[in-house]
């Protein structure tokens, strides 16, 4: 298993639809191990393969659930349908999201309470579960970036504009940017 350099907003594959998987080999199960490895090390609960570079349909997670759903596990070529996303105002508290691919920052974000998921595991077995809660966020967040999203281009307009000054500021939003898990300092200070 290797630690992989995780990609900043600004990386091309970061803000494109990513591919489907169509093989199920030793290459893809050695990429998956690879995206666990490297989002244990950088302290994350999901990483979807854009994030590490790779514009493949593939996203890992480990996050406790009260759905009866394993607290870790991978979604290749996933769907969600979503219950309808609240038209409230986030709070500050209870709605903050961050991403790993926008290090240090963090912003509020309203997101669907509710999600059913359906896809495939690294053996191309099928999967089929129902997320609530934070696990929902969890799952919509890592989705997202397999359709070139990321979560603060869905941020409201005051919070958007906090993100584009913190962006500007690091000088983020083009190429070239990366971070180094378990090397470079943590950006969320775990």
């Not at 349908?81 to 963090?106: F, M, N, R, W, Y």
């Amino acid at each position: 298993m290797t630690v992989r350099p995780i990609v900043i907003t600004g990386e091309p594959v970061l803000h494109q639809r990513a591919a489907e998987v169509t093989l199920f080999d030793d290459d893809l199960r050695r990429l998956v191990e690879d995206m666990f490895e490297t989002m244990d090390t950088a302290h994350g609960v999901g990483l979807a393969a854009p994030q590490i570079g790779v514009g493949l349909r593939i996203f890992v997670y480990a996050l406790g659930n009260d759905d009866g759903v394993p607290d870790s596990g991978v979604l290749v070529n996933p769907r969600l349908t979503t219950s309808k996303i609240p038209g409230t105002a986030p709070d500050p508290e209870e709605d903050s999201e961050g991403c790993l691919s926008v290090p240090g920052d963090s912003y509020p974000l309203r997101r669907a309470d509710w999600v059913r998921v359906t896809g495939f595991d690294g053996n191309g077995d099928p999967v089929e579960f129902e997320a609530t809660g934070w696990f929902a966020r969890c799952m919509q967040h890592e989705y997202d970036h397999l359709d070139g999203k990321l979560y603060v281009d869905r941020l409201n307009d005051r919070y958007a504009r906090k993100a584009k000054r913190s962006r500007k500021e690091h000088g983020w939003g083009v190429p070239g940017h990366s971070w180094m898990p378990g090397v470079d300092p943590d950006p969320f200070g775990h």
